[in-house]
């Protein structure tokens, strides 16, 4: 097996706004640390982890093969099902001894996946997420108020140690009790924010509720991130808190939050830290790799992991790669527009919640609460876009404006919807990840992140 390699460290912990040493890196640099880590990254897995062993043998390739970056394609996808049939700890590459961590997800059903990472991994872990929240405008001395979910979810305490590792005081709030989120956040000051933007919206609204102005809060910064959302729902939370709102973006099986992050200056999508992670976009029909700028599934292969190597694993969200902007050796990502597995298809067009959500919000009395019902009341399957107003609109007042947006589902997506304009409060108000899709046919497919 060829040596570790040296995790990633932030240069100082008594200066810990300073960027790491890999984010200062060019793009050829960053391309020549990568084949270094794939190599040792593809050995560790095939040397101690069975599946990645039958995997590859069965597929007649070995690590010694990869001699620069783009051989990893002669290597075989994994996907969640790969990591399932290995449940609970048959992925692992180290013993349980050197595992620090367990996470899991827990999939809308079934068996959940499984996670762990060593104290090496935990800390690389907390250095990228350091390095998202930094560069989304968070600095050290900064009181972070921390409303993803703590728990199995990679959210929360992911989201915690990255903050305590910048030199953040974090508040471990959690996601629900909604009306105490907001007394912290008026009792703490804090000057940064990290939920779901769904659940962001919800503290508003109860803000709103409770005669606070969102916009007189000592909130500067949102980072936000674990479900979609598109740059209309940036605007319209930007708009209601009068912060500066960036994307993060993760999944469990890879890391948890912190394998990408964007700008605060450039808000132009997430950097990958391709230091630790290396970034493919495929054609999720054929698998053939797609070049960069071309829209398509996102897979990853991980350079540094202990615990969970992860090689090509197919993500099933949708996006293309940018080339670096503020980090130059890092690509970036087009913020997701949505994920294979949440894609409606209704009579052959496509659909996503995501672009419903830039159509709704291009509607002055349209607010960003909506979600989308599928039935088969006869044999065609019909699809119900359920909107509320926003609040200073009546039902009758935003119904010529829930028209429009039927109208504008028809012409720039190509779907027929039925858009109903609902009472205010009346759907479901998000606590962490927003259930966008009510699949209402029989034996519906299941939709949404897992
Ligand atoms: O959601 C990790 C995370 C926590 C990321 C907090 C960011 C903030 P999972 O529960 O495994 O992990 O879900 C991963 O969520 O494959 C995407 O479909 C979706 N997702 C995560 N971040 C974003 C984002 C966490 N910024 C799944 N934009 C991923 C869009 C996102 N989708």
């Not at 001894?97 to 999939?107: K, N």
Request: net charge negative.
């Amino acid at each position: 097996m060829n040596p570790m390699p040296a995790p990633v460290k932030s240069p100082s912990p008594l200066d810990t706004n300073q960027l790491d040493p890999e984010e200062r890196m060019g793009r050829e640099q960053i391309r020549s640390l990568q084949l270094g880590r794939l190599q040792w990254s593809l050995h560790h897995a095939y040397d101690n982890v069975k599946a990645y062993r039958d995997l590859y043998d069965a597929a007649g390739v070995h690590p010694n093969d990869l001699r620069e970056l783009e051989d990893i394609k002669y290597f075989p996808y994994t996907d969640k099902q790969f990591l399932r049939a290995n449940y609970p700890f048959g992925t692992l590459a180290v013993p349980m001894d050197q595992v620090r961590r367990i996470h899991a997800s827990s999939g809308t059903t079934g068996q959940p996946t499984v996670v762990a990472y060593t104290q090496e991994d935990l800390d690389v872990w907390g250095s990228l997420v350091a390095r998202c929240f930094r560069i989304s405008g968070i600095r050290a001395g900064d009181i972070v108020h921390n409303a993803y979910g703590y728990g199995l979810f990679t959210g929360g305490l992911g989201a915690h140690y990255g903050a305590e590792k910048l030199g953040c005081s974090v508040i471990p709030m959690s996601g629900g009790q909604t009306d105490k989120q907001v007394q912290i956040i008026q009792d703490f000051k804090p000057a940064a924010i990290l939920a779901t933007p769904t659940y962001l919206l919800t503290i508003g609204d109860a803000m709103k509720r409770q005669g606070i102005d969102p916009r007189k809060t000592s909130l500067r910064t949102a980072v936000l991130g674990a479900e979609p959302w598109s740059e209309q729902m940036r605007g319209e939370i930007e708009d209601l808190f009068g912060i500066s709102a960036c994307d993060i973006y993760g999944l469990s099986e890879v890391l948890g939050p912190g394998v990408a992050g964007e700008s605060a200056e450039a808000q132009d999508g997430s950097h990958i830290w391709e230091d630790v992670f290396l970034p493919e976009i495929i054609d999720p029909n054929s698998g053939s790799v797609l070049e960069d700028g071309e829209s398509g599934e996102l897979v990853f292969t991980s350079l540094a992991k202990q615990a969970l190597p992860i090689i090509r694993y197919r993500t099933r969200d949708l996006t293309r790669l940018l080339p670096g902007s503020v980090r130059p050796g890092h690509r970036r990502m087009e913020r997701i527009f949505g994920r294979s597995d949440d894609m409606i298809i209704l009579r052959g067009v496509n659909l996503f919640p995501s672009q419903v959500e830039e159509l709704a919000l291009e509607q002055p009395e349209l607010g960003p609460q909506f979600i989308l019902e599928i039935t088969r009341p006869g044999r065609m399957d019909e699809l119900t876009v359920k909107v509320e107003p926003r609040p200073q609109f009546s039902v009758a007042e935003a119904r010529d404006a829930g028209l429009r947006l039927q109208r504008d589902i028809k012409v720039r997506i190509g779907s027929t919807a039925n858009v109903m304009v609902v009472e205010h409060n009346s759907l479901p108000r998000s606590e962490g990840k927003a259930k966008r899709i009510y699949d209402l046919r029989p034996e519906a497919p299941v939709h949404g992140t897992v």
